[in-house]
Nanobody, 121 residues
Framework: QVQLVESGGGLVQPGGSLRLSCAAS????????MGWYRQAPGKQRELVAT???????TYADSVKGRFTISRDIAKNTMILQMNSLKPEDTAVYYC???????????????WGQGTQVTVSS
């Protein structure tokens, strides 16, 4: 099993910044992909950003140029730096990891418990 611990959410004014962290622990051989998703009230969960173990990143169009994802492969941790936050960024943010428990094992998705981000004046 894999445990994910998220931190860093909170209340911030428009234009402000927040940094979200996610740490994975447990039976982990490798993590091919780590990412952040978010879900606003009444909306479906959507991709925010992902990063592969090779360093390739993907961002939602709505956050490009404002959010930056980074990983520490050795520590199985991930950061989402969020700048120039807008009210429409308000949502619960979830850490997602795709984990291989062994060399030949298939990848399994795990989700964090979610952290609330509220952008409001």
């Amino acid at each position: 099993q894999v445990q994910l611990v998220e931190s860093g959410g909170g209340l911030v004014q428009p234009g402000g910044s927040l940094r979200l962290s996610c740490a994975a622990s447990g039976k982990i051989f490798s993590i091919p992909v780590m990412g952040w998703y978010r879900q606003a009230p009444g909306k479906q969960r959507e991709l925010v950003a992902t990063q592969t173990a090779a360093g390739s990143t993907t961002y939602a169009d709505s956050v490009k140029g404002r959010f930056t994802i980074s990983r520490d492969i050795a520590k199985n941790t991930m950061i989402l730096q969020m700048n120039s936050l807008k009210p429409e960024d308000t949502a619960v943010y979830y850490c997602n990891t795709r984990v291989r428990a062994t060399l030949l094992g298939g990848p399994v998705d795990y989700w964090g418990q979610g952290t609330q981000v509220t952008v409001s004046s």
